[in-house]
C-alpha cells in the first residue's frame, strides 16, 4: 500500500513539473516575440515559412533552411543525418555553409 502511494505522488510530481516547464518555455517565448530588435524595428518572429512551387523556405530564430521539393529524399536524409551529427561537426557544417553563402553573394 506504501508503495502505490510513492507511485503516485511521483506520478503527480512528474505530471506537475512537466506542466510548469512547459508553462515556462511558453513565457519566455511569449516574451521573446513580444520584444523587438534593437537594430531594427521589425517586430522578432520565432519561426516563418514560405512555400512556393520549388522549394520551401523554413526560418527558425534568423537561420534559415531550404527544402527542395524535387529531392525530398535527399532532404529527408540530410535532416536526418545532421540532427543526428555531434555538436562539433555541426558547428564546422555551419561555418561552411555560412562561407559559402558569403562567397556566393560577392
Excluded: H
Excluded at 537561420?63 to 564546422?92: C, E, H, R, V, W
Aim: glycine share 2%.
Amino acid at each position: 500500500m506504501e508503495r502505490k502511494k510513492k507511485i503516485k505522488r511521483a506520478a503527480i510530481l512528474a505530471v506537475f513539473i512537466y506542466i510548469m516547464i512547459n508553462g515556462f518555455v511558453w513565457g519566455l517565448m511569449k516574451a521573446y516575440l513580444n520584444s523587438y530588435n534593437t537594430v531594427s524595428k521589425e517586430q522578432l518572429v520565432m519561426a516563418e515559412v514560405n512555400n512556393s512551387k520549388q522549394k520551401t523556405e523554413i526560418k527558425i530564430l534568423n537561420k534559415k533552411f531550404y527544402i527542395d521539393k524535387n529531392k525530398t529524399f535527399q532532404n529527408t536524409a540530410g535532416i536526418i543525418l545532421y540532427i543526428l551529427m555531434p555538436d562539433k561537426a555541426k558547428l564546422s557544417t555551419e561555418i561552411v555553409m555560412q562561407y559559402e553563402r558569403l562567397c556566393q553573394s560577392d
